[in-house]
């Protein structure tokens, strides 16, 4: 199913729990949800953009933000709130989670998942964990950096890394930077990482660089 603290559960799986389907689920009734794109406007099923949600009664999601106007207004519109998560809607109705809109960038048309490159780097016997980031680029406006975990305590060979993932990510995905840390910056509670504290200029300054750039960022 799919939930927020704002929203309560508005979609939900009518499926056996062992379902092989990749939906979060369908709207509950009375609901009404819609993917837009950057501008507000309303995406064909099969595309991805955000979640906004109308309740069937106004009590049924949350009315704002304590002290924090700023946010109340960019979240709710009228009676539409918006989600800050990046779903797709399938021909048949069904609502397929993405990731998170601050943890996706944009590249070349493409909207990317750094959850989903994370995933992929972390296939690897040679990484123990790792975080993504985007980075400007004068080029293809968005590059993209993986600061790694060695596996093992060990070394990382950046450029053996590199040859792996270009097997197993589409071209746009391609990371333009590979750095190795000891460590990441984690949420002090969770302890899990944090890409938004990471210090994205000091990585890049000696990051190991992929050696075609046409190949990394096209």
Same mark, same amino acid.
Request: glycine letters at 10%.
């Given at each position: 199913?799919y939930?927020?603290?704002?929203?309560g559960?508005?979609?939900?799986n009518?499926?056996?729990?062992?379902?092989?389907?990749?939906?979060a689920?369908?709207?509950?009734r009375? +609901?009404q949800?819609?993917?837009?794109?950057?501008?507000?406007?309303?995406?064909?099923?099969g595309?991805?953009g955000?979640?906004?949600?109308?309740?069937?009664?106004r009590p049924?999601?949350a009315?704002?933000?304590?002290?924090?106007?700023?946010?109340?207004?960019?979240?709710?519109?009228?009676d539409? +709130?918006?989600?800050?998560?990046?779903?797709?809607?399938?021909?048949?109705?069904?609502f397929e989670?993405v990731?998170?809109?601050?943890?996706t960038v944009?590249r070349l048309?493409?909207?990317?998942?750094l959850?989903?490159l994370e995933?992929?780097?972390?296939?690897?016997?040679?990484?123990?964990?790792?975080?993504?980031c985007?980075v400007?680029d004068?080029?293809?406006?968005t590059?993209?950096?993986?600061?790694?975990?060695?596996?093992?305590?060990?070394?990382?060979d950046?450029?053996?890394? +590199?040859r792996?993932?270009?097997?197993?990510?589409?071209? +746009?995905?391609?990371?333009?930077?590979?750095?190795?840390?000891?460590?990441?910056?984690?949420?002090?509670n969770?302890?899990?990482?944090?890409?938004?504290l990471l210090?994205?200029?000091?990585?890049?300054?000696?990051?190991?660089?992929?050696?075609?750039?046409s190949?990394?960022?096209a």
């Amino acid at each position: 199913s799919y939930g927020s603290t704002e929203a309560g559960f508005p979609i939900s799986n009518r499926w056996p729990l062992d379902s092989p389907s990749p939906r979060a689920g369908w709207l509950r009734r009375g +609901y009404q949800a819609k993917i837009v794109d950057e501008t507000g406007r309303e995406v064909p099923d099969g595309i991805v953009g955000e979640l906004w949600v109308k309740p069937p009664a106004r009590p049924l999601i949350a009315r704002g933000y304590l002290n924090n106007e700023e946010r109340t207004r960019s979240a709710f519109i009228g009676d539409w +709130y918006r989600t800050g998560d990046l779903l797709v809607r399938h021909p048949d109705g069904g609502f397929e989670f993405v990731d998170r809109m601050g943890d996706t960038v944009r590249r070349l048309g493409e909207n990317i998942s750094l959850t989903a490159l994370e995933s992929v780097v972390e296939e690897s016997s040679s990484v123990a964990e790792c975080v993504a980031c985007g980075v400007e680029d004068d080029v293809v406006g968005t590059a993209l950096l993986v600061a790694v975990v060695p596996s093992g305590g060990g070394e990382l060979d950046p450029a053996a890394l +590199y040859r792996q993932l270009i097997d197993r990510l589409p071209k +746009y995905m391609y990371p333009t930077y590979i750095v190795q840390v000891s460590d990441l910056p984690r949420v002090e509670n969770s302890h899990k990482p944090r890409r938004s504290l990471l210090k994205v200029g000091e990585l890049v300054a000696r990051a190991w660089r992929a050696p075609d750039r046409s190949s990394s960022s096209a």
